[in-house]
């Protein structure tokens, strides 16, 4: 059974950080494209940061660029999203998701739907 849990999210000031986990299980995650995505409230769910399956090309979104990382641990069959100096407009659900075929361009394009498998998300809430 495919399943993806994400972990790491809560509670944040702004300028702080945070770590977001996605662990697969029932499949090889490095195999398969694999993006974060986050939705805010009366928002629709966007791309945030995709990674290829293929090799280490990423794609992040213009909001995150610079502040945001993505990256696989295959031994772990994990992906993280490493994000540093936080915003206010940060705070979301964050999902991840999966997809055996899509490139990371396109899972990262919206709309952000489509994909193979999801998580059921993780809220992320960046506060003073």
Known sequence: QVQLVESGGG???????LRLSCTGSGFAMEEYTVGWFR?????EREG??????????????????????????????TVY??????KPEDTAVYYCAVDYVMSYQAMCAPP??????WGKGIQVTVSS
């Open 39 to 43: 939705q805010a409230p009366k928002k």
């Open 112 to 117: 952000a739907l489509g994909m193979d498998h």
């Open 11 to 17: 509670l944040v000031h702004p300028g702080g950080s």
């Open 81 to 86: 999203l490493q994000m540093n100096s936080l």
């Open 48 to 77: 945030v940061s995709c990674i290829s399956n293929k090799d280490t090309s990423t794609h992040y979104a213009d909001a995150v660029k610079g502040r945001f990382t993505i990256s696989r641990d295959n031994a772990k069959n």
